[in-house]
């Protein structure tokens, strides 16, 4: 670890923490991890030492870092001359293709980011509707775009029914125009709408809150709310820039049969190029300019090398069996570390949803149900650093506090290898102890 100390240091000198993106100091180790290269499912440190990635980009790489069908559509794409802001076939091909994976999307556009997407969401949404409240769900992460940055992980005095600002320097006018519900909370929306429905023009939520916790919607909450915004005439808008693919191509919202109006893609969509979408129904895309007066440009929207990955991200993920293969895999992979842990007499179990999933640790574990992010607030969130800090030194890599996921270029093997690096973390931290359950 010493030349990621000495990088550390020098890139501290030009780069805030050291880092590009605020979120890549890596919290386990109180310092950020430098990857020198990535392949497949593994990642490489500045020294060369191999670790199995189970952070994989924070979720774009879910076919696996470089996988050659991507790289050579990139290939193609830098042949024919790395454009952005210029289109051909390939932009509609893929739309195409989008929509007819996703139930909820009609019609698209590209954006680069998901903060840009989910922020042009919103604001289409008001655009439509001509209301301008907007309602969210405490500890649904939406991307930093100030429209939607409230109550992402408040703390303290912070949560709920607080309305609380995720970062500083978000216009305070802006508070007034959001409104934060618990989730899987359907009574309090149904009550909010009644009071104010036709003030509200959108329902933006995580469908599967994997920011959070890997929380799960409550059975018929997806479809209630769906029901609740179409007789107010609100849009319902599923941020599926995490959750989009992690089940099947037809997203969360196929998985759990309700169509939203709009909804974003985002993460592995670019296959680990930046590329996301928001898209929706036909009549509320025909109000983005120039069709309508929605407004949504950009000189990157649709840059070919992001459009080309996509394009092949599609073929390898709509190749026969490649769905049954993953989840199948990630199942036995979640019940193999909740069979540690219950070996171990070690309090934690995992909550996965598809290709991601998450780590209770502590009495949180052990709670009958979990519906929205106050009651994870006891999750062992310092425990947890700790055993993340120890998979690294067993040769697994988990990075962020609250998702983590296989990729399809996870084999057997390396199942195997990440299950002992785990066991062998979660014997460290209980050494180190004192821990719950211990
Ligand atoms: C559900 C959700 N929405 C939006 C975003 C923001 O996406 P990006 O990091 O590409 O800006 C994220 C990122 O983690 C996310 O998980």
Request: net charge negative; glycine share 10%.
């Amino acid at each position: 670890m010493d030349s990621n100390r000495q990088l550390w240091d020098e890139a501290s000198r030009y780069l805030p923490g050291g880092v590009c993106s605020s979120a890549r100091m890596n919290q386990g180790l109180g310092h950020p991890f430098y990857i020198s290269r990535a392949a497949g499912s593994k990642v490489y440190d500045l020294e060369g030492k191999e670790y199995v990635d189970l952070c994989l980009s924070f979720g774009a790489s879910l076919v696996g870092h470089a996988h050659p069908q991507v790289v050579e559509a990139i290939d193609r794409a830098v042949r024919m001359g790395i454009m952005c802001s210029y289109e051909n076939e390939c932009h509609s091909k893929l739309a195409r293709t989008i929509a007819e994976a996703v139930p909820g999307i009609e019609m698209l556009r590209y954006s680069m980011s998901g903060t840009e997407t989910t922020g042009y969401a919103v604001k289409l949404a008001r655009q439509y509707t001509g209301r301008s409240y907007v309602v969210k769900f405490e500890g649904h992460f939406h991307g930093y775009n100030d429209y939607l940055a409230f109550n992402y992980w408040p703390e303290g005095e912070a949560v709920w029914p607080q309305v609380t600002p995720a970062a500083q320097g978000m216009p305070e006018c802006l508070r007034e125009d959001i409104i934060v519900l618990p989730f899987n909370d359907f009574e309090r929306a149904a009550e909010l709408f009644a009071a104010r429905g036709d003030e509200i023009a959108a329902v933006i939520l995580e469908p599967v809150n994997y920011n959070s916790g890997t929380i799960l919607p409550r059975p018929g909450f997806l479809q209630r709310l769906r029901e609740l915004t179409t007789e107010h005439g609100a849009l319902l808008i599923f941020d599926e820039i995490l959750s989009g693919f992690r089940t099947g191509p037809d997203c969360i919202q196929g998985a759990y049969g309700v169509s939203p109006d709009l909804c974003t893609l985002g993460k592995a969509l670019g296959a680990g190029t930046p590329l996301s979408v928001f898209g929706g129904r036909r009549d509320i895309m025909e109000h983005v300019a120039p069709l309508g007066p929605a407004q949504h440009s950009g000189t990157f929207n649709g840059a070919l090398i992001p459009v080309m990955a996509s394009r092949a991200f599609f073929e390898v993920i709509l190749e026969d069996g490649f769905y049954d293969e993953l989840i199948g895999r990630c199942e036995r992979f979640y019940a193999s570390i909740d069979e540690i842990m219950d070996r171990l007499g070690f309090v934690g179990r995992v909550q996965g949803k598809g290709a991601r999933f998450s780590f209770l640790f502590g009495p949180v574990a052990e709670k009958e149900t979990i519906e929205n992010y106050q009651d994870l607030l006891d999750n062992e969130w310092g425990l947890l650093r700790r055993f993340f800090a120890a998979c690294l030194d067993h040769g697994v890599y988990i990075h962020t506090m609250h998702h983590h996921g296989l990729s399809s270029a996870h084999t057997d093997e390396d199942i195997a290898r990440a299950l002992e690096g785990i066991e062998a973390a979660v014997r460290t931290v209980m050494a180190a102890g004192p821990v719950p359950g211990a």
